[in-house]
């Protein structure tokens, strides 16, 4: 398989990223940071023996399988221009008298206007400004190590995934009963390992090379299928289940070793600028798609013996297959009531060992904690910068799903189906993200490498499902079908946070859990003038609205908007004049409730990244440990999905031939 992700914007500019009132609205100017060179093939290669054993009322089934699994991927961010992020301070903040007739470097140079109240305000620049001065917060740039070619960064290792099974089926005619246990047995072989990288090997202690050779997992389960009567069968079972091979998490520790793919960060905090020389870009590249000069240079210094130490992805020496316990019960049955039929079902499962990335640069010193009682994590020393290990989660998760769906068939032509499910399920993290980067930093939690489990961040509470369908054959043998399907839904779960520069993690965050003050006097909090005279009344406002409870807001505690939307299908069979060949013209309606008015019909999901809802002062963020707020910007969930919000009307011809 081939596939390669082509970039979305001009292929010579990199990835500007405009921050604008705050940290949540962004604009993307040029080529998105993540395929810059990314091209991914795989070649699979399965061999699979069984054979069945009939003994009576048994079926013994057994085999063994084998996937070998070659991959190639190139994954090479930053590597064509790199990413460039203006951040925006202001929060929206500035007094509108800031943009009357100031220019960006005016504004820049905190000009103090007279603001709409008759008082002086000091203007600030806000992202905008920072991207029209050339004065980036951050520049990232990677490409591949010693030749800053990116395609000398690729990735590229086999697998082969083995399995053993046996399996007795056992029929009880009596009582229409059936038994099925087994047991699978799944091990990895694999002679590839990532290139070995010294310097960050010996600085963080544990050797990067690991990959999952004879890693392996034992998987009982036992499963039943009763027909209790002619109108009702009831069915369940148990089982251990491997929670998958995550090939490209695995593929993160070849491709992002410090040797074959680099990655940097210069930090400039609006600082410096590429229009005055302070920054000194690479020649030959057009204006936006030139990175700096010394970061080029740093990659190409990289050789077998100077890996970089920063940065970095690999995998735990002691990774096990994630697994996850399952049971389930069902049962479907022919109620005689309306003649409807009712398929009911309830699932548990516990997750182990799900996958997780820790930051083996940073640590958790004993009693280094806020006075809310969050870890503080600090770097260690001589163990470079996000380093990022591939590991098992300590946490174990659960989950319960339940649902039910209900079907009647009308003689006349109509059938009905109506559905309902409701999930509760859990996870140490979410792990939403292919880069590991991504996976680690946009979990809330306020313990970033020893999450507890929370509602996961995918669990939609409750769902309801309609379908109503009819047809009839209005003229001759060709059938004429309405279909009208849809659903409701509760919002995506979401989660408020703080942001913050270097205050309870080595580096920028917007992961640490909101803090809600027990009133004034809370000892875990304190406030600048700032906040004081601009914010705390609107905090406490939106504290009340939202109606949070003194303490830190729970992962994944809030929800975003909910969602209902409806399609609409039209089938017209056609005779084409041939004896079993018909046409079949269909018009459907996507979010066809948005067509019948502007106002229904809008989706939402929630945010990707979690929501900050206050900022901690630069300067001092912990106070004696207490959190030092100095900005509220609000927190809005919900994301408005903009393309699945508008509808859409397809028509389309189908020849089937019979």
């Not at 600085?203 to 027909?227: A, E, H, K, Q, T």
């Not at 996507?590 to 206050?614: C, E, I, K, P, R």
Request: glycine share 10%; charged share 20%; proline share 3%.
């Amino acid at each position: 398989m081939n596939d390669s992700q082509v970039t979305i914007g001009p292929n010579d500019i990199g990835d500007h990223q405009i921050n604008v009132n705050g940290f949540d609205n962004i604009v993307y100017i040029g080529a998105d940071d993540s395929r810059q060179a990314n091209l991914l093939y795989t070649d699979s290669q399965l061999f699979k023996l069984s054979a069945q054993f009939l003994a009576g009322d048994h079926i013994i089934s057994a085999g063994y399988e084998s996937e070998e699994l070659e991959v190639f991927n190139i994954f090479v961010q930053h590597s064509r221009g790199g990413e460039w992020d203006y951040r925006d301070y202001t929060f929206g903040g500035n007094d509108p008298a800031c943009y009357d007739g100031l220019s960006s470097q005016e504004r820049f140079d905190e000009t103090v206007v007279t603001g709409g109240d008759g008082n002086p305000f000091t203007c600030e620049a806000d992202g905008i400004d920072h991207f029209a001065l050339g004065r980036p917060y951050r520049v990232y740039y990677g490409s591949g190590g010693g030749t800053n070619d990116p395609n000398d960064a690729a990735a590229n290792f086999v697998n082969t995934q083995n399995a053993l099974f046996i399996q007795d089926e056992i029929y009880f005619p009596d009582s229409d009963l059936t038994l099925t246990a087994g047991l699978r047995y799944e091990w990895i072989d694999s002679s590839d390992s990532p290139t070995y990288n010294s310097v960050m090997s010996e600085g963080i202690g544990i050797r990067n090379d690991s990959g999952l050779d004879g890693v392996d997992l034992l998987m009982p389960r036992v499963g039943f299928n009763w027909g209790i009567r002619d109108d009702l069968t009831l069915r369940g079972g148990l089982g251990l289940y491997s929670g998958g091979n995550p090939n490209v998490w695995l593929g993160n520790a070849w491709s992002r070793d410090g040797i074959t793919n680099v990655q940097l960060t210069n930090y400039y905090y609006h600082e410096s600028s590429i229009f005055n020389g302070d920054i000194e870009l690479v020649s030959g590249a057009p204006l936006g798609g030139a990175v700096p000069q010394d970061m080029v240079d740093a990659v190409a210094a990289v050789g077998p013996d100077s890996g970089t130490i920063f940065y970095n992805n690999l995998i735990d020496p002691n990774y096990e297959v994630p697994q996850e316990w399952k049971a389930a019960i069902g049962a479907t049955w022919d109620t005689g009531f309306w003649d409807l039929t009712a398929d009911i079902d309830y699932m548990y499962t516990r997750m182990e060992k799900g996958a997780i990335y820790h930051d083996v640069s940073q640590e958790h010193v004993a009693g280094n904690d806020t006075l809310a009682g969050a870890p503080i994590y600090t770097a260690i020393a001589g163990a470079g910068e996000g380093n990022l290990m591939l590991t098992n989660a300590r946490a174990d998760s659960s989950g319960h799903v339940f649902s039910f769906v209900l079907n009647k068939t009308f003689d006349w032509g109509l059938d009905l189906v109506l559905g309902y499910a409701y999930t509760d399920v859990e996870a140490a993290s979410a792990m939403t993200s292919f880069t590991g980067e991504s996976s680690f930093n946009n979990l809330a939690t306020n313990d970033i490498n020893f999450p507890k489990a929370a509602t996961s961040n995918y669990a939609v509470k409750d769902r309801v499902t309609l379908r109503a369908s009819f047809a009839r054959e209005f003229w001759g043998d060709n059938t004429t079908r309405f279909t009208l399907q849809g659903y409701y839904s509760t919002g995506q779960p979401g989660s408020y946070t703080i942001f913050s520069d270097d205050a309870m993690q080595v580096g920028t965050s917007s992961r640490h859990l909101l803090y809600v003050p027990d009133g004034p006097d809370d000892p875990n909090v304190v406030y600048t003038d700032n906040f004081l005279a601009n914010d705390y009344a609107d905090f406490m406002a939106w504290i009340n609205d939202k109606n949070l409870k003194p303490g830190f807001v729970g992962r994944n505690s809030r929800e975003s908007r909910d969602n209902a939307r409806f399609d609409l299908r039209i089938d017209q069979e056609i005779p084409l004049g041939m004896d079993d060949l018909k046409a079949r013209a269909f018009f459907k309606i996507y979010n066809f409730t948005n067509l019948l008015s502007d106002d229904w019909g809008h989706m939402y999901d929630a945010s990707f990244s979690s929501q900050s809802v206050v900022s901690l002062d630069g300067d001092d963020p912990l106070v004696g440990g207490a959190y030092n707020y100095d900005s509220f910007s609000g927190g809005q969930l919900s994301d408005r999905l903009e393309q699945q919000s508008l509808w859409e009307l397809r028509i389309g011809l189908d020849i089937n031939f019979r």
